[in-house]
C-alpha cells in the first residue's frame, strides 16, 4: 500500500509537472483536496492538470467566484477555491451538490473552509514549502484515491503498477 506518497517538487515548472502527471492517472474523475498555505503552489499544480487535459487559457485561482468550470474536450473539471467561504453552508447555495452529479473531476482548494458539507474526497494533496521548492504529499482517502496514488508513484519509480 503506496499511502501517503511524498514528493519533493525543487520549481514551479516541478509543480505544474506533478499536476500533469496527476490528471494521467485521475482519468478525469473523482474529488481532490489541496492543502497548503497561500502561495503554496496549489493553483500552479491545477494549472499543470488543467495544461495536460488540453486547456490553453489563463489559469487563475477561483478565490472571489468560489469555482471555475473547465469543459476541456470529453473532460469537465471545476476548480473551487474556498478561501474566502465564510461559512460552509454557502456551498449550498452555490449548488454544490449539483456538481457532485456529474462526471467530473473536482480540484478544491481550502476544503476545510467546506468541512461539514463537503463529501469525503478520494485524494488529499498537502503542499508544503521545502528550502527553495515544495513538497507535496497525496493521501488517499478512498479506493480510486489509492489507485492513483500507485499509478502516479508506478511513474515516477519507474516500475508497473
Known amino acids: ?12 515548472a516541478a509543480t505544474e509537472r506533478a499536476g500533469a502527471t496527476l490528471f494521467r492517472h485521475c482519468e478525469g474523475r473523482g ?8 502561495g503554496a503552489g496549489k493553483t500552479t499544480l ?6 495536460a487535459a488540453g486547456y490553453q487559457g489563463s489559469v487563475k485561482s477561483p478565490t472571489y467566484t468560489l469555482v471555475e468550470p473547465y469543459d476541456i ?3 469537465r473539471i471545476y ?4 478561501y474566502r467561504l465564510g461559512d460552509p453552508e454557502e456551498l449550498e447555495f452555490i449548488g454544490f451538490r449539483d456538481y457532485l452529479e456529474q462526471q467530473a473531476l473536482l480540484l478544491i482548494e481550502w476544503p476545510q473552509r467546506g468541512e461539514g458539507v463537503l463529501p469525503p474526497p478520494d485524494l488529499a494533496l498537502q503542499i508544503d514549502y521545502q528550502d527553495e521548492g515544495r513538497t507535496v504529499t497525496l493521501t ?13 508513484s508506478a511513474e515516477i519509480v519507474g516500475v508497473s503498477p
Open 1 to 12: 500500500m503506496i499511502n501517503p506518497f511524498q514528493l519533493h517538487l525543487p520549481s514551479t
Open 31 to 38: 474529488i481532490i483536496e489541496l492543502y497548503g498555505d497561500l
Open 46 to 51: 491545477v494549472r499543470g492538470l488543467l495544461r
Open 73 to 75: 474536450f470529453k473532460n
Open 79 to 82: 476548480h473551487f477555491d474556498l
Open 140 to 152: 488517499a482517502r478512498s479506493p480510486w484515491g489509492e489507485e492513483m496514488i500507485q499509478r502516479w
